[in-house]
């Protein structure tokens, strides 16, 4: 069968790759400790839970609006305005799954001729749709020597009258780097001199170790030209639902509905309610996993650094570790194969996420500090091997 020629241009998401492959060997009775994958080891909150379970019942199964349910959009503006991140009307919000917002984000409004400057190492699916739409992709590095963060600089090398899109993501995947304000003030600067529309990856803003989230958004002339991305996987443990919301002007939150409507119809409205209880309601559980994900980091990067060879800067946000292993004798595509062959430590490497991250793995500690003192020992005991 032939496929349309675009579908060569989609590529891989490795984590799921690698996901796959450690299942392969637990089922083959091996103990694998996973830190390839970007979710957590807490449940749903409860009362999350029974929210859907009760909508359920109430029959809440059924087609609704596609750019999704009042009530959450309400609750939705409710929790950017408590939050600090902008006032926002229910028509400015679409429901629909995080993911499917990058895709529709990017296929809205970038096309043949146009470029999108994506954050590189940065989430594969940036990428990847570019691609997908025609599009040219323009990386813009996000570097170990200036802590994981967007120099202006740098950005404003790549714009050309040909840009149409700026993806940022921060707290940042797979670096845990973060924007200061002064950067996310340049950067708003060089994006509204050259007229360009930021799509805001905001999905881990609750993981932030210190200091206080500003949404980009929320400068002088940014609300206009910005899309903000969030999602209820991370902040509430609910990856597997498939709920997020975007916060968006009105002109393209219309077409990102039609993009829904097109797709996935709506999401289930069960879910939805779901969403409105995470929002509005107890917020202890979601502190609380926020608050060990913390004692978790601060537990693993220190010991990261103390074995021979591996370096990593304390991330500032998100739950991932990004250690260089440029001093080991060996590749980090062949160490990341390497720990889960040998010694049962699923990582990923930093090539997955782009270009000039080669010398990096990428290690989820959103796990148990008993699975993760497992890992420290087998990691150390592996480079010894692979050292001597």
């Known amino acids: 069968m032939r496929l349309a020629d675009r579908m060569y241009r989609l590529k891989t998401e490795n984590a799921f790759v690698v996901l796959a492959k450690a299942k392969e060997l637990e089922r083959q009775g091996r103990d694998i400790v996973h830190l390839e994958i970007g979710d957590t080891d807490f449940d749903t909150p409860p009362h999350i839970v029974e929210e859907a379970y009760a909508q359920m019942k109430r029959g809440q199964t059924h087609y609704c609006p596609s750019s999704g349910l009042l009530e959450l959009r309400e609750a939705c503006c409710e929790w950017l305005r408590r939050e600090g991140r902008g006032e926002y009307s229910p028509n400015q919000i679409v429901v629909g799954p995080g993911k499917l917002f990058l895709y529709s984000m990017i296929m809205t409004l970038a096309g043949p001729g146009d470029e999108v400057i994506y954050p590189d190492p940065g989430f594969p699916v940036y990428e990847s749709v570019i691609l997908y739409a025609g599009a040219k992709p323009v990386p813009l590095p996000i570097v170990e020597e200036n802590n994981f963060r967007v120099n202006p600089d740098d950005l404003i090398r790549r714009v050309t009258d040909r840009t149409r899109l700026l993806i940022l993501n921060y707290p940042h995947n797979p670096t845990g780097g973060i924007l200061t304000r002064t950067e996310l003030d340049a950067v708003a600067e060089i994006a509204i001199k050259n007229d360009i529309t930021v799509l805001s990856d905001e999905v881990y803003a609750h993981m932030l170790f210190a200091g206080q989230h500003v949404s980009i958004a929320t400068l002088p002339g940014m609300k206009d030209r910005t899309v903000m991305l969030e999602s209820f996987s991370k902040t509430y443990a609910m990856t597997g639902w498939r709920l997020g919301f975007v916060a968006a002007p009105t002109s393209l939150a219309e077409p990102l509905t039609q993009l829904i409507t097109n797709t996935i119809s709506c999401v289930p409205p069960f879910v939805q309610h779901a969403g409105v209880k995470a929002l509005l309601h107890d917020q202890s559980v979601s502190r609380a996993m926020m608050e060990d994900f913390k004692r978790r980091r601060d537990f693993f990067v220190p010991a990261l650094n103390k074995i021979p060879g ?79």
């Open 310 to 388: 591996i370096t990593c800067k304390s991330p500032d946000g998100a739950f991932y570790a990004f250690p260089n292993v440029s001093k080991l004798p060996m590749t980090a595509e062949k160490l990341s194969d390497y720990l889960l062959d040998s010694v049962g430590v699923a990582t990923l490497p930093g090539s997955a996420f782009g270009s000039i991250a080669k010398n990096h793995l990428r290690m989820c500690f959103a796990t148990s500090v008993e699975n993760l003192k497992k890992a420290i020992d087998r990691i150390g005991k592996a480079v010894a091997k692979i050292r001597s």
